[in-house]
């Protein structure tokens, strides 16, 4: 390791043991620095990077403090790396969201409460209405996968999948199905969705899921190599497909 991941790994370890715990704050830089025996500078740069990863946040005027350590502050960048990615990493992540939404979409049948009953009700109606408003469809789909998860009542997964569900490459698919008269297709697997968890079947609920994460997968294997109008990519084949 570098100088800098070992001073990085240093500091997690003072917050693993209970040294430093959620919500502490940091002692003086140069008391710290003399404490792990690292330059000032080498802290600096720790510190930054735990900064960046959410391990730690800078209170301006106050000081350096650990975060809460909750995983949707920890997982958040599990959304920004799978914004970045492109191509047959997409499909990867994709296969992934088809081995855990299923089963994190049974697990919300057996708990969700009538209020996010209704909040999935409403935006599979606004889903309906704005078949053809692709910027609609996918605030909506977003919103209302997100609503699922929230009702498995676990942060950690909820926050997993939340991540894994990227909202720019939900756009690029509905856009695709917009333009092939299939969005219709996608809004009825939704409803079927909705019905498995308003009739609290888990069995059910996993199956429909199941069937509507494959169907986007099977779009993005048919259609990843094309722009959204549907037309070959111009791209040199080695070069990866990137999403428009």
Known sequence: MSLTEQAIVRIRQLIKDGTLPPGARLPPEQDLAAELGLSRNLLREAVRSLVTTRVLEVRRGDGTYVTSLKPELLLEGVGLAVEMMRGDDLLEITEVRRLFEPVATALAATRITPGQLAELERHLDAMITAQDD???????????????????????????????????????????????????????????????????????????????????????????????????????????????
């Open 134 to 244: 692709v910027e609609a469809l996918n605030h909506h789909d977003d919103a209302f996968h997100r609503a699922v998860f929230e009702a498995t009542g676990n942060t950690s997964l909820c926050a997993l999948l939340g991540g894994i569900a990227s909202r720019t490459l939900r756009a690029r698919v509905w856009r695709g199905l917009v333009e092939e008269n299939a969005a219709g297709r996608t809004i009825a697997e939704h409803a079927a969705i909705y019905q498995a968890l308003a009739h609290r079947d888990a069995a059910l609920a996993q199956a429909t899921a199941l069937v509507h994460v494959s169907t986007t997968e099977t779009w993005l294997r048919d259609n990843l190599g094309r722009t959204p109008s549907g037309t070959p990519s111009e791209e040199p084949p080695h070069e990866p497909t990137r999403i428009r």
